[in-house]
């Protein structure tokens, strides 16, 4: 039986909620329903759900290939100014968006070094799908680390220690053992990594522009809708609030996160 | 014990109600220094391009009329509409074009009748080495030219199109953006060739930095003018002094303030 919680905590809590809740379902009576349909299947609204679908996919793809190693390192090794690297990479987490896409811009743009060279190799960033993920990715890998690192970091080391001690190599003590345990925070991070890709806003209409099937997401092109469509502009929000809720819905109908560490489990052990 | 946590929990809940109350209710007003009794404090929206001429008119404003206070909030027209029907406490409004003030008018939140009081035309800006060799409208075509135009649905993005029309030029820009600071932006960076924006936007960013990019004027441009109207907004507690800033944006001292920021006269 669960303890009894004291009636403030309890009132406050629900205060808490209420507030989370009550925005969202205020703006769905605003909505103009009756033409709800076909203000989210205009071509707009398609291509912009198409590409932020698309975009958010790809980055969260990237976020855990380069997310994992780093959330291990930063996990299980030690070296001078770690802590210092540690906060570095969870900058983009407390940064606005705004400051993380000028930063971007700064670095991948034409005129910024690493853009520059890309140039000189003939490949443009600026105003391509490109810079859209690569926005995502910036914004939404720390998610990821942070989750898995924390995961990483409860767990400790004992169960590598043993599988080195049975004659296990580093790679295969990675596999079979370290990605294994943390499944379900490598699962929650996943998609926290790609709902917040879904959502990106800031750092994307600064770094990559704004441009009908190429640059501009759903986000984005709420925001555009508003200046002259509100009812649109709601109703794309919602359809945004549709698509989150069934990504946290498809993973808990799944099994979970218990049901993805036992696959991968399996997987990696067949 | 837990008696005292639930009054202990209780009291901190009330305080920080009571501290959000007072938070909201200063809102800013407070601190900027004015003394004395029946102070008033005046609530103007004004479009994102009106920053500092709106700020230097403000200024004279509140020498000109002791104990009153002008609090100033610059956004997009659409946002500022959007924030009064929504019950924002504004006196003044200031809209970038006429559609967005139709707007607050048809809501009937408009005391009488707008007056236009600035125009403001589109002008061509490249980074300050002009890399796409940009020298008239028709250039902007170019076909390696990467171009940065605002969105057909915002006011800039409709003279940009209103300019298309009359010119039989058909752009295809890398980017359409949903504010014109953007496209100022994305040009002052270097990330685009040429971007389409308001004189006013460009000789402001020359004013702060005169290399920071090069302004290219075009005689087409005429073809699409942007007016800006005024209007003291229904219901405000000061509508006396909301007419009489409207009066001072368009008194002759106004205008002079306007002019230097490179707006045109109505």
Not at chain 1, 58 to 65: E, H, K, L, N, Y
Not at chain 2, 160 to 165: G, K, L, P, R, W
Not at chain 2, 184 to 210: H, P, Q
Request: glycine content about 10%; hydrophobic content about 50%; some cysteine.
């Amino acid at each position: 039986m669960a303890p009894r919680l004291p009636w403030w905590l309890v009132t406050v809590a629900a205060v808490g909620i209420a507030f989370v809740v009550a925005p969202v379902v205020v703006m769905a009576t605003r909505g103009d329903w009756a033409h709800f349909w076909s203000l989210v299947t205009s071509a707009e609204s398609l291509d912009a759900l198409r590409l932020s679908l698309v975009t958010s996919a790809v980055s969260t793809a990237v976020c855990v290939v380069v997310g994992v190693p780093v959330a291990v390192v930063l996990a299980r090794t030690r070296f001078p100014g770690r802590s210092v690297v540690r906060a570095l990479v969870l900058l983009p987490l407390v940064l606005p968006p705004v400051v993380c896409g000028l930063a971007l811009l700064y670095a991948f743009g034409r005129r910024g070094p690493i853009g520059h060279l890309l140039d000189d190799a003939g490949v443009s960033i600026a105003f391509t799908t490109t810079a859209v993920v690569i926005s995502h990715v910036y914004v939404s890998l720390p998610f990821l680390v942070l989750t898995l690192e924390g995961a990483l970091k409860v767990r400790g080391t004992g169960p590598e220690l043993t599988a080195a001690s049975l004659g296990a190599g580093p790679s295969r003590t990675f596999w079979l053992v370290t990605l294994p345990s943390v499944a379900p925070a490598l699962a929650g991070g996943t998609l926290l990594a790609f709902a917040r890709s879904l959502g990106e806003f800031g750092a994307t209409l600064t770094f990559a522009g704004s441009l009908q099937g190429v640059t501009r997401t759903l986000p984005l092109e709420i925001y555009l809708q508003r200046e002259t469509d509100p009812d649109a502009a709601v109703a794309l929000s919602m359809l945004l609030v549709v698509v989150a809720v069934l990504v946290v819905a498809l993973v808990h109908s799944a099994g979970g996160t218990r049901g993805f560490r036992r696959g991968l489990a399996g997987g990696v052990a067949a | 014990m837990t008696r005292l946590s639930a009054v202990l929990g209780a009291g901190a809940l009330v305080g920080a109600l009571a501290l959000a109350g007072c938070s909201s209710d200063d809102g800013g007003a407070s601190g900027q220094g004015s003394t004395g009794g029946g102070d008033r404090t005046l609530v103007v929206f004004a479009a994102a391009s009106l920053t500092g001429t709106f700020q230097a008119i403000a200024h004279q404003f509140e020498q000109d009329h002791a104990g009153v206070t002008v609090k100033l909030s610059f956004a997009g027209s659409s946002d500022l509409v959007a924030q009064i029907q929504e019950g924002a406490p504004a006196d003044v409004f200031a809209s970038a074009d006429e559609p967005t003030m139709k707007k607050l008018t048809d809501a009937g939140l408009a005391a009488g009748d707008p007056v236009p009081f600035a125009t403001n035309v589109l002008t061509i800006v490249t980074p300050p080495d002009d890399p796409a060799g940009i020298t008239s409208f028709q250039d902007l075509a170019k076909p390696d030219a990467k171009v940065v135009v605002c969105a057909p649905q915002v006011p800039c993005g409709h003279a940009t199109t209103e300019v298309e029309a009359a010119t039989g030029v058909t752009l295809k820009p890398v980017s359409e953006e949903s504010q014109v600071t953007d496209v100022l932006a994305k040009v002052t960076s270097g990330e685009a060739d040429a971007g389409l924006v308001y004189v006013t936007d460009a000789k402001g960013a020359l004013a702060k930095d005169a290399n920071a990019l090069k302004q290219i004027d075009f005689p087409e441009a005429a073809e699409a003018v942007n007016t800006y109207p005024v209007v003291a907004v229904e219901g405000s507690k000061h509508a006396e002094l909301a007419s009489e800033f409207v009066a001072a944006v368009t008194s002759g001292a106004g205008r002079t303030v306007l002019q230097d920021a490179g707006f045109g006269a109505p």
